[in-house]
């Protein structure tokens, strides 16, 4: 029954039955990884380490010194599904140091991490009963959001009167967009029988590799669910781009019948040699200016006189998007193995920016393998719109893990916490993660806007994972009987760790509960709002006063908390933060100390021990 957490993930956008095999991620670690360490420095297994990484990562943990507090303080059965060693001393499962997480990038081999990564999940992620499977995901959230629509009613966006339609049905969403057959018009989310995958590098800022090369990786991510199948470093010696490393970044994937999309920049003749011949993959790739010659070509068909093949239309976040699509067959003499259809996909974009609707438009130019009979001009459309899945994979690790701000830096620590990182994204994905901590929780049952679990991961290889981890502990057991008993409104659907309410503070709970409350709160977040309090203060024992201080508030004030408002963690937070810029404010307005007397006065010593030596020598030789 062992399996991979990202096999749970994936699981919840199958219907029953569906779900491929699970993914036995800490055996294939054992079997892939290859442990430096010498016999006499082996207390904990390499996978056990990972493994405390891995949930440390997924707890919005950003290092190792973190993540070994929060794994300090987790329980015997959770550091036995991590695969800690047992003291022989005590007889007791023990978390690793910090020291030693410190150094496990270290001694790890990163392109070796990489590949066993990889050997996990990229055979799952590549499965054709995935996108069946998000397809018909997509058509159920589709028919509850048309529920939805009519039992609410609203005013239509201020975007939608704009739309003109003419007497024979044709119609278009702004007078500067396309008319549009609405026999051409499809779903902006449709979802593709045909697995694909996205590969584009991203570089870590004010990380280094040695002098002052950076640390650039190379990454493929499936277009759905978003699942990060490879990875790899771009330039380790030598001269080296993108470009270089697309072969070997693709090769020990499985890619057959698999589409391929990327950037401009790999739009190269050898890279399609590759995937149709050793690979037995298609490609789908731009060709912008660093291919001129087959531009001009692709650029030369009779693009006026076809009619547009598929379209899509859509209000979203305030913007007007027309997308739509014409298909040729490729000409002659590409140069590109087995092309087979060239498209012209056109982009118009209206917005409003300070009172005013702007209108953008854009062509862009492909080349693909895929002939008509083996796709749809549709589905040639979703691919291309999927292939942004890795810039928000991208978005995901700088803004939610704050990846270029990470004190992480130097060796193979910065490849190896990015690693982590696509681990753990499919998680937040599922979860519907949006800007702020990261939520911790299972998905399924609904929950009340604005709340979110705030749990520690605290297992990689059962069935159960999550579900286990969530586990309550006995006071909060009884404190959500009491918040959930009648006559206490709108707090029955709210989590237990979220639950706050003056009752609750003063005369519900005895002196004794008082005290594990307080210590459970320090216990779930203490660790990450001390971190938090030291990159503000820059001063560890200063934080440590205001994280007490934040406690003792949060414990004197809980009345104010509102589970609607956000999590508590959140509310811990923003309590913190508060005390550190008062403590700020305070060291300004003081003014710098200074000596009294200026620092060139040299200190004398004192020879109040040397003279009461020298008392005691002569009063033993006049004895």
Same mark, same amino acid.
């Given at each position: 029954?062992?399996?991979s957490?990202?096999?749970? $993930?994936?699981r919840r956008?199958?219907p029953?039955?569906?779900?491929?095999?699970?993914v036995p991620l800490?055996?294939t670690l054992?079997?892939?990884?290859?442990?430096?360490?010498?016999r006499r420095?082996?207390?904990?297994?390499l996978?056990?380490?990972?493994?405390v #990484?891995?949930?440390?990562a997924?707890?919005?943990y $950003?290092g190792?010194?973190?993540?070994a507090?929060?794994?300090?303080?987790?329980d015997?059965?959770? #550091?036995?599904?991590?695969? $800690?060693r047992?003291s022989p001393?005590t007889?007791?499962?023990?978390?690793?140091?910090?020291?030693?997480l410190d150094?496990?990038?270290?001694f790890?081999?990163a392109?070796?991490?990489e590949?066993a990564?990889?050997?996990?999940?990229?055979?799952?992620?590549l499965s054709?009963?995935?996108?069946?499977?998000c397809?018909?995901?997509?058509?159920?959230? +589709?028919? %509850?959001?048309?529920?939805?629509k009519?039992k609410?009613?609203r005013?239509p966006?201020?975007a939608?009167?704009? $739309?003109e339609?003419?007497?024979?049905? =044709?119609?278009?969403?702004h007078p500067a967009?396309?008319?549009l057959?609405p026999g051409?018009?499809?779903?902006?989310?449709h979802?593709?029988?045909?697995?694909?995958?996205?590969?584009?590098?991203?570089e870590?800022? #004010?990380a280094?590799a040695?002098?002052?090369?950076?640390?650039?990786?190379l990454?493929?991510?499936?277009?759905v669910?978003?699942?990060?199948?490879?990875?790899?470093?771009?330039?380790?010696?030598?001269k080296?781009?993108?470009?270089?490393?697309?072969r070997p970044l693709?090769e020990?994937?499985p890619?057959d019948g698999?589409?391929?999309?990327?950037d401009?920049m790999q739009t190269?003749r050898?890279?399609?040699?590759?995937?149709r011949k050793?690979k037995?993959a298609h490609?789908?790739?731009?060709?912008?200016?660093?291919?001129?010659s087959?531009n001009?070509?692709? %650029?030369?068909?009779?693009?006026?006189?076809?009619?547009?093949?598929a379209?899509?239309?859509e209000i979203?976040?305030?913007?007007i998007e027309? *997308?739509?699509? !014409?298909?040729?067959?490729?000409?002659?003499?590409?140069?590109?193995q087995?092309?087979?259809?060239?498209i012209?996909?056109e982009r118009y &974009?209206?917005y409003?920016?300070?009172?005013?609707?702007?209108?953008?438009?854009?062509?862009?130019?492909?080349? @693909?393998?895929?002939t008509?009979?083996?796709?749809?001009? +549709?589905?040639?459309?979703?691919?291309?719109?999927g292939?942004w899945?890795?810039e928000?994979?991208h978005w995901?690790?700088?803004?939610?893990?704050k990846?270029d701000?990470?004190?992480i830096?130097t060796?193979?620590?910065? !490849?190896v916490w990015?690693?982590l990182?696509?681990?753990v994204?499919?998680h937040?994905r599922?979860?519907q993660?949006?800007?702020g901590?990261?939520?911790?929780?299972p998905?399924?049952?609904?929950r009340?806007?604005? @709340?979110?679990h705030?749990?520690t991961l605290?297992r990689?290889?059962?069935? *159960?994972?999550?579900d286990?981890?969530?586990?309550?502990s006995?006071v909060?057991?009884r =404190?959500?009987s009491?918040?959930?008993?009648?006559g &206490?409104?709108?707090l +029955?659907?709210?989590?237990?760790?979220?639950?706050?309410d003056?009752?609750w503070? @003063?005369?519900s709970i005895?002196a004794?509960d008082?005290e594990?409350m307080?210590t459970q709160l320090?216990?779930?977040?203490?660790?990450?709002?001390?971190s938090?309090v030291?990159?503000l203060l820059?001063d *560890?024992y #200063?934080?440590?006063?205001?994280v007490?201080?934040?406690?003792?508030?949060?414990?004197?004030?809980c009345a104010?908390?509102?589970?609607?408002?956000?999590s508590v963690?959140?509310w811990?937070?923003r309590?913190?933060?508060?005390i550190?810029?008062?403590?700020?404010r305070?060291r300004?307005?003081r003014p710098a100390?200074?000596?009294p007397?200026?620092s060139?006065?040299a200190?004398?010593?004192?020879?109040?021990d040397?003279v009461? &030596?020298a008392?005691?020598?002569?009063a033993?030789?006049?004895?």
């Amino acid at each position: 029954m062992s399996s991979s957490w990202l096999t749970d $993930c994936i699981r919840r956008h199958f219907p029953a039955g569906a779900a491929p095999d699970p993914v036995p991620l800490r055996e294939t670690l054992d079997r892939l990884l290859t442990d430096p360490r010498g016999r006499r420095g082996k207390r904990h297994s390499l996978s056990s380490l990972i493994s405390v #990484l891995v949930a440390g990562a997924a707890s919005a943990y $950003c290092g190792p010194l973190a993540v070994a507090q929060a794994a300090a303080g987790w329980d015997q059965d959770v #550091l036995a599904g991590h695969g $800690c060693r047992v003291s022989p001393r005590t007889g007791l499962r023990v978390a690793p140091s910090p020291s030693t997480l410190d150094r496990l990038p270290r001694f790890l081999d990163a392109d070796e991490f990489e590949a066993a990564l990889s050997a996990s999940v990229a055979a799952a992620a590549l499965s054709p009963a995935i996108p069946a499977a998000c397809a018909a995901h997509r058509a159920e959230e +589709q028919r %509850n959001q048309e529920e939805r629509k009519k039992k609410r009613k609203r005013k239509p966006p201020a975007a939608g009167s704009f $739309c003109e339609e003419r007497a024979d049905g =044709w119609f278009r969403a702004h007078p500067a967009h396309p008319w549009l057959n609405p026999g051409t018009l499809g779903d902006p989310g449709h979802v593709p029988a045909r697995p694909a995958a996205a590969v584009d590098g991203k570089e870590r800022k #004010l990380a280094k590799a040695g002098g002052k090369k950076k640390v650039h990786l190379l990454a493929a991510v499936t277009h759905v669910p978003g699942l990060v199948i490879g990875q790899d470093k771009v330039a380790k010696t030598g001269k080296a781009n993108e470009v270089t490393h697309f072969r070997p970044l693709l090769e020990p994937l499985p890619l057959d019948g698999v589409l391929v999309t990327a950037d401009a920049m790999q739009t190269t003749r050898d890279n399609a040699l590759f995937l149709r011949k050793a690979k037995n993959a298609h490609y789908l790739w731009p060709v912008l200016g660093n291919q001129p010659s087959l531009n001009a070509q692709l %650029n030369a068909l009779p693009w006026e006189t076809t009619p547009v093949a598929a379209a899509t239309s859509e209000i979203s976040h305030g913007r007007i998007e027309t *997308r739509t699509i !014409q298909v040729l067959p490729a000409p002659a003499g590409t140069g590109f193995q087995d092309a087979a259809q060239a498209i012209l996909i056109e982009r118009y &974009t209206t917005y409003k920016k300070k009172g005013k609707w702007h209108t953008r438009c854009e062509a862009v130019l492909y080349i @693909t393998s895929l002939t008509a009979d083996e796709t749809t001009p +549709q589905d040639l459309l979703a691919h291309v719109r999927g292939h942004w899945r890795i810039e928000h994979t991208h978005w995901l690790r700088d803004v939610i893990w704050k990846e270029d701000k990470s004190l992480i830096r130097t060796g193979n620590a910065p !490849q190896v916490w990015s690693a982590l990182a696509n681990l753990v994204l499919p998680h937040t994905r599922s979860n519907q993660v949006r800007r702020g901590n990261p939520p911790l929780c299972p998905g399924p049952p609904p929950r009340p806007p604005a @709340t979110r679990h705030h749990r520690t991961l605290t297992r990689l290889n059962t069935t *159960r994972d999550f579900d286990e981890s969530l586990g309550e502990s006995p006071v909060y057991e009884r =404190w959500r009987s009491r918040m959930t008993k009648p006559g &206490t409104p709108c707090l +029955q659907s709210i989590p237990a760790a979220d639950v706050a309410d003056p009752e609750w503070a @003063t005369e519900s709970i005895s002196a004794h509960d008082a005290e594990e409350m307080v210590t459970q709160l320090y216990k779930d977040n203490g660790a990450f709002i001390l971190s938090y309090v030291t990159g503000l203060l820059r001063d *560890r024992y #200063l934080a440590e006063d205001v994280v007490q201080e934040t406690m003792l508030r949060a414990w004197r004030h809980c009345a104010r908390f509102s589970p609607e408002k956000g999590s508590v963690r959140g509310w811990l937070i923003r309590v913190a933060h508060n005390i550190a810029v008062d403590k700020i404010r305070m060291r300004q307005s003081r003014p710098a100390e200074v000596a009294p007397y200026g620092s060139s006065l040299a200190l004398v010593e004192d020879h109040a021990d040397s003279v009461l &030596t020298a008392l005691q020598v002569r009063a033993a030789l006049r004895g």
